[in-house]
Nanobody
Framework: QVQLVESGGGLVQAGGSLRLSCAASGRSAFSTDSMAWYRQAPGKQRELVARFCGGGCTNYADSVKGRFTISRDNAKKMVYLQMSSLKPEDTAVYYC??????WGQGTQVTVSS
């Protein structure tokens, strides 16, 4: 079992920044290579925002490239999502995911115009 807890969401004006955090716990054998950030806007499907893809590589959704950065602290089992130049269309609930089974409860990000 893996527990994931997101934090750092909130209300921000367009052009602003937020840093989301995801704290993982519960499994001794754990790799942040299996972690990712997703988001779900009202009325839309959940979509991948950023993920680690092994060997230090990262993938980003085209809509966030150049604005968002995923990072991690392996020792602390933490993954972060630095979001800059935020746009109203970034408004969504942001979820942390581990592997294919485990999701956090989500944190709301609202970007006002």
């Amino acid at each position: 079992q893996v527990q994931l807890v997101e934090s750092g969401g909130g209300l921000v004006q367009a052009g602003g920044s937020l840093r989301l955090s995801c704290a993982a716990s519960g499994r001794s054998a754990f790799s942040t290579d299996s972690m990712a950030w997703y988001r779900q806007a009202p009325g839309k499907q959940r979509e991948l925002v950023a993920r680690f893809c092994g060997g230090g590589c990262t993938n980003y959704a085209d809509s966030v490239k150049g604005r968002f950065t995923i990072s991690r602290d392996n020792a602390k089992k933490m993954v972060y999502l630095q979001m800059s130049s935020l746009k109203p269309e970034d408004t969504a609930v942001y979820y942390c995911k581990y592997g294919i089974l485990y999701w956090g409860q989500g944190t709301q990000v609202t970007v006002s115009s």
